[in-house]
T-cell receptor
Framework: EAGVTQSPTHLIKTRGQQATLRCSPISGHTSVYWYQQALGLGLQFLLWYDEGEERNRGNFPPRFSGRQFPNYSSELNVNALELEDSALYLC????????????FGSGTRLTVV | GENVEQHPSTLSVQEGDSAVIKCTYSDSASNYFPWYKQELGKRPQLIIDIRSNVGEKKDQRIAVTLNKTAKHFSLHITETQPEDSAVYFCAASLSGNTGKLIFGQGTTLQVKP
């Protein structure tokens, strides 16, 4: 069984540009969760998608957005990139919800220069 | 509030010794407490979890204890090995179906051969 896959592995963008990160959940998982892991700041909750709908979002500005497609894959978009957006962005999926644990992908390392 | 405090931030032990990492959570309605291990450059992986109706859970060399009254839970690793070296994150669920886990800041464990 394939795990959670994320692409690209690395992404370098210039301040002010837009970044698009992609995630495919484990087959059969309908929920996708996005986290930001900035250096020294742990994992910060960004977004939760389930059955194509945004169910919850963390304390991030509106320029962080995303969507979930009918095949349950998901996209995270970050507009008007700022230097402090540089981080590892992790996607996770779950079949039964957050209270049964996530399976994380390997992440996308976003560097804003 | 939503907060999980994790200590220590770094921990160095000799191979064969035990390691203990402690977390305190703020939401008294939290009922699910997973622990993730993240090796350098890899994805966080769920290693053990515990629910609020259980006080202790063990899986080979790792164990987790939960004190609901004190809102405190701990990870215990016995007979540490060099391959246990990694960053360990504790997390706690929130009341309601938020899809969100609140993570601690992480503990970097170094096991010296």
């Amino acid at each position: 069984e394939a795990g959670v896959t994320q692409s690209p592995t690395h992404l370098i963008k210039t301040r002010g540009q837009q970044a698009t990160l992609r995630c495919s959940p484990i087959s059969g998982h309908t929920s996708v969760y996005w986290y930001q892991q900035a250096l020294g700041l742990g994992l910060q909750f960004l977004l939760w998608y389930d059955e194509g709908e945004e169910r919850n979002r963390g304390n991030f500005p509106p320029r962080f957005s995303g969507r979930q497609f009918p095949n349950y894959s998901s996209e995270l978009n970050v507009n008007a990139l700022e230097l402090e957006d540089s981080a590892l962005y992790l996607c996770a999926s779950s079949s039964q919800g957050a209270n049964y644990g996530y399976t994380f992908g390997s992440g996308t390392r976003l560097t804003v220069v | 509030g939503e907060n999980v405090e994790q200590h220590p931030s770094t921990l160095s032990v000799q191979e064969g010794d035990s390691a203990v990492i402690k977390c305190t959570y703020s939401d008294s309605a939290s009922n699910y407490f997973p622990w993730y291990k993240q090796e350098l450059g890899k994805r966080p992986q769920l290693i053990i979890d515990i629910r609020s109706n259980v006080g202790e859970k063990k899986d080979q060399r790792i164990a987790v204890t939960l004190n609901k009254t004190a809102k405190h839970f701990s990870l215990h690793i016995t007979e540490t090995q060099p391959e246990d070296s990694a960053v360990y994150f504790c997390a706690a669920s929130l009341s309601g179906n938020t899809g969100k886990l609140i993570f601690g800041q992480g503990t970097t464990l170094q096991v010296k051969p």
